[in-house]
């Protein structure tokens, strides 16, 4: 079946340093969508961000993520992080032909000063 | 803004018991789901439906039933409530995005089952 696996447990990053969290993925499916979302401390999880194409760049609040299909592989990037930025992140993809996401456990993205 | 409510917000109930969670939307998206939240183990997926009358069993049905009266609203059930169903529960609602939904979620339901 479809599984998603992210940089598990905590990740602690200097403010202003770079971060990448990684997902991969294994999928039954090509015709998929991925996503990243983020929760923030005693709120729901949102959408950060979405991609469907092949090697396209997909950028929102600073952060960005690239899906290569070669690799099975939708990491999440950003080039200096903020303490805003401390939150719990998901990464998810779709499947072809259903709506429903399939979440990974999570990362928690820990931004010190 | 469109919007996903949940209630009660928070909920203590008693092992055995019967608790209803409920979740209304004003995206008028056809597609709606309930999630468990639990630290180690992310976002589970418990039931869905693609739209008013229709329920789907999702990865961790067990101990749980749904309900989709209306395109608006999609209940949670658990029938005989365990500790172990002790969670946040988080209800969404999805656009229909080909090769998966972009999702909206409610503010979720802690529940502590004693």
């Known amino acids: 079946g479809d599984s998603v696996t992210q940089t598990e447990g905590l990740v602690t990053v200097t403010e202003g340093l770079p971060v990448m969290l990684n997902c991969t993925y294994q999928t039954a499916y090509s015709d998929v969508a991925f996503f990243w979302y983020v929760q923030y401390l005693n709120e729901a999880p949102k959408l950060l961000l979405r991609s469907s194409t092949d090697n396209k760049r997909t950028e929102h609040q600073g952060f960005h993520a690239t899906l290569h299909k070669s690799s099975s592989s939708f990491h999440l990037q950003k080039s200096s992080v903020q303490l805003s930025d401390s939150a719990l992140y998901y990464c998810a993809p779709g499947a072809s032909g259903y709506n429903k996401l399939t979440f990974g456990k999570g990362t928690v993205l820990l931004v010190s000063p | 803004e469109a919007a996903v409510t949940q209630s009660p917000r928070n909920k203590v109930a008693v092992t055995g018991g019967k608790v209803t969670l409920s979740c209304n939307q004003t995206n008028n998206h056809n597609n709606m789901y309930w999630y468990r939240q639990d630290t180690g183990h992310g976002l589970r997926l418990i039931h869905y439906s693609y739209g008013a009358g229709s329920t789907e069993k999702g990865d961790i049905p067990d101990g749980y039933k749904a309900s989709r009266p209306s395109q608006e609203n999609f209940s949670l059930i658990l029938e005989l409530a365990t500790p172990s169903q002790t969670s946040v529960y988080f209800c969404?609602?999805?656009?229909?995005?080909?090769?998966?939904?972009?999702?909206?979620f409610g503010p979720g339901t802690r529940l502590l089952v004693l």
């Open positions: 969404a609602s999805g656009d229909g995005g080909t090769g998966g939904d972009t999702q909206y």
